[in-house]
């Protein structure tokens, strides 16, 4: 069945087709809820929260809209309502919390490429980390999963002004955590832009 | 323009996201301004650096857990407490001075920690890329160092225009200035911000919100902030109505004659 059929499906109560449903998105829901999520539980069960609030809407969803708009609604609202949770009992995180689990480079002998990709890697996350939720959520909708910004706006019920806003501010917040870290970037020359 | 507007601009342009003749005029700029190529070359290093993360892999058995949830029924839903405050709000309605005595419970916060950095030096950019444009090779590396987290002495003007916020915690937005008319106020709040009138408005978000120092205003859940006593009203704003085309679950709530009075 496409995934018109199925989402019919699923409205008519069909647990089958909702299962089949969740196959054909789980990939792009849990990889967005696992970069908004530092904690790998807290991505599952956002992202579980997000199927099953897909099959508590589904009635009410037109189909005239665009599913994965509205799967990402709910996936970026389930990500916030969790995060939010989150803080309320821990207190929140700070990065000079000693507390802050970092992981530790795995102390296998690794070729040097291979260690370093992995520190690049886990810098780049634990700053996608630090950004405000808010923040977070439309550059990770935009540079992870390619939504146009009118899409960014209709997941997130943002203006698209503020959408676009936020898109640059999260990037130069991105590029000033890694450089006030210690890290920065180096250019290849490989790398020239295309002047069109 | 200045550099300021440009770079909302030059963001978009990276993204693809202007037509024709926006598009024209940021490449001009481009052009002439070397402060503002630096800018689009770090732009695009952040693109690169999220682009080369490894995929993310679904768990094992993940569709398989969302069906257990589903068919253990909905009652592991409605268990699970999202508000744990809300066992006081009995005990707040009849004892009101009591527990105002008492004190309130609250999120408890570190105080404002502001990370201010300064930008890194600008690399030279050898050009321009576009979304859509032929990518090119990703042979750039990054120098890693052990990670450490200074703020740094200045604040630049980029820095200064972003949020100021707490590591992970709740973001402080720009917030209108004081001398700012109430409606001006009302028009500078972010999505899913609205403004409770009535005469007992604070009262009410007290007991049944969540009250978050560090914005100073409440979290309310979308099914309590249904259920509004005589008396008190959410207005007919368009914050409102963007409130109820959206699907978030939590709004963050204020007082209006509180927040006249910020």
């Known amino acids: 069945m496409d995934e018109i059929e199925l989402i019919r499906a699923c409205r008519e109560g069909s647990e089958t087709a909702f299962e089949e449903l969740i196959r054909m998105h789980e990939s792009k829901v849990y990889s967005l809820c696992r970069r908004m999520c530092r904690d790998e539980d807290n991505a599952l069960e956002a992202a579980q929260d997000t199927f099953l609030a897909v099959w508590r809407g589904i009635g009410s969803f037109r189909e005239d809209s665009t599913f994965s708009t509205w799967l990402y609604r709910l996936a970026t609202n389930a990500c916030l309502d969790l995060l939010r949770r989150e803080k309320k009992h821990s207190g929140g995180v700070s990065l000079d919390d000693e507390d802050v689990h970092i992981d530790l480079p795995d102390p296998a002998p690794q070729p040097e490429e291979a260690i370093e990709r992995s520190e690049t890697q886990r810098m780049v996350r634990e700053a996608l980390y630090a950004l405000p939720d808010g923040y977070r959520e439309v550059l990770l909708l935009r540079e992870s999963e390619q939504l146009s910004y009118q899409e960014i706006a209709e997941a997130t019920g943002l203006e698209l002004g503020t959408v676009k806003s936020r898109i640059n501010r999260a990037r130069l917040a991105l590029k000033n955590y890694l450089a006030a870290s210690g890290n920065f970037f180096e250019f290849s020359t490989s790398k020239a832009a295309k002047k069109q | ?262």
């Open chain 2, 1 to 262: 323009m200045n550099h300021e507007e440009y770079r909302d601009l030059l963001s978009a342009l990276l993204d693809g996201e202007l037509d024709e003749a926006q598009r024209a005029s940021a490449l001009a700029h481009l052009d002439e301004c070397e402060e503002c190529r630096a800018y689009y070359a770090e732009l695009c290093a952040v693109h690169d650096a999220i682009a080369e993360l490894e995929p993310e892999t679904v768990p094992a058995g993940f569709a398989e857990s969302v069906m257990a949830r589903l068919l253990e029924g909905e009652k592991v839903v409605k268990l699970k407490k999202r508000s744990p405050w809300r066992g006081w709000t009995a005990l707040a309605a009849c004892a009101a001075v009591v527990v105002l005595a008492v004190g309130v419970t609250q999120n408890s916060r570190k105080s404002a920690n502001t990370n201010t950095m300064e930008m890194a030096p600008a690399a030279p950019a050898a050009g321009y890329r576009e979304e859509g444009a032929e990518e090119p090779s990703t042979g750039g590396s990054m120098l890693m160092q052990s990670m450490t987290m200074a703020p740094a002495g200045g604040v630049n003007d980029a820095a200064a225009d972003l949020a100021e916020y707490e590591g992970n915690e709740s973001v402080v937005m720009t917030v209108p200035t004081a001398d700012a008319n109430p409606a001006e106020k009302a028009e500078g709040l972010r999505e899913a911000e609205l403004l409770l009138y009535g005469e007992d408005a604070e009262f009410w978000l007290w007991n049944h919100g969540e009250y978050d120092d560090a914005e100073q205003g409440y979290w309310v859940d979308r099914e309590t902030l249904s259920e509004l006593p005589e008396g008190l009203s959410l207005g007919t704003s368009e914050l409102v109505a963007r409130w109820n085309a959206s699907e978030r679950s939590f709004a963050f709530v204020r007082a209006a004659d509180a927040e006249a009075q910020r």
